[in-house]
């Protein structure tokens, strides 16, 4: 409203991308760019530089919600990126500690990024399992009925295409951690947040 009064014209936001998931669009974006390395420079990661150096190279942590969801979404679109990028290098370790790169020295497992990275797991556990939850079955209609409000769609188009999402996401969170193998650190805090 505040916009349209301002400039005396009707603003309208357009969401092409609402309804698929950061893997689905990175595969959008690969397909038509295939050669195409700079998104290898982006950075998803919250973590500062004093949390996630290693031997004075800034990385991403790799284990909050936001790495996850990039590793995710890169192993949805079929690409893969250099382990060095992360501190935590392997998510397919058995133990969360041998995960770290060797020379990265706050790897305690009981520490602040411990804490950050169970939290990162479970996060993106708990939205996968979003469409099954008896708990939760509420949730996406009340966020479907919202976001019809919010952007004008119709709730019914609304209320598919975040069941639509939430599968996807779904879909891709088994298809990761199936790859990181059933004795991964974050495929056993998966299985103990359960």
């Given at each position: 409203m505040f916009l349209s009064a301002l400039f005396n014209h009707k603003v309208q936001y357009e969401y092409p991308q609402l309804w698929r998931t950061k893997g689905q669009t990175l595969a959008e974006f690969f397909e038509s760019h295939p050669d195409d390395t700079d998104w290898m420079g982006t950075r998803s990661c919250r973590?500062?530089?004093r949390q996630v150096s290693v031997s004075g190279s800034l990385r991403r942590?790799?284990?909050g919600a936001a790495c996850l969801l990039r590793r995710m979404s890169v192993h949805a679109a079929g690409r893969c990126e250099d382990p060095e990028s992360y501190v935590w290098e392997d998510v397919s370790a058995t133990r969360f500690e041998d995960g770290a790169a060797h020379a990265f020295?706050?790897?305690?497992?009981k520490g602040a990024l411990h804490e950050y990275a169970i939290a990162g797991v479970l996060h993106l556990d708990h939205l996968a399992r979003l469409r099954r939850s008896p708990a939760q079955a509420a949730a996406p209609e009340r966020h479907a009925f919202l976001l019809s409000r919010s952007l004008d769609l119709g709730e019914e188009e609304t209320h598919a295409g975040l069941k639509d999402?939430?599968?996807?996401?779904?879909e891709e969170w088994r298809r990761f951690l199936d790859?990181?193998?059933p004795r991964s650190f974050v495929?056993?805090?998966v299985a103990q947040g359960h």
């Open positions: 973590q500062g530089a942590c790799g284990i020295a706050n790897r305690r497992p999402m939430l599968q996807r996401h779904e790859s990181r193998g495929a056993q805090w």
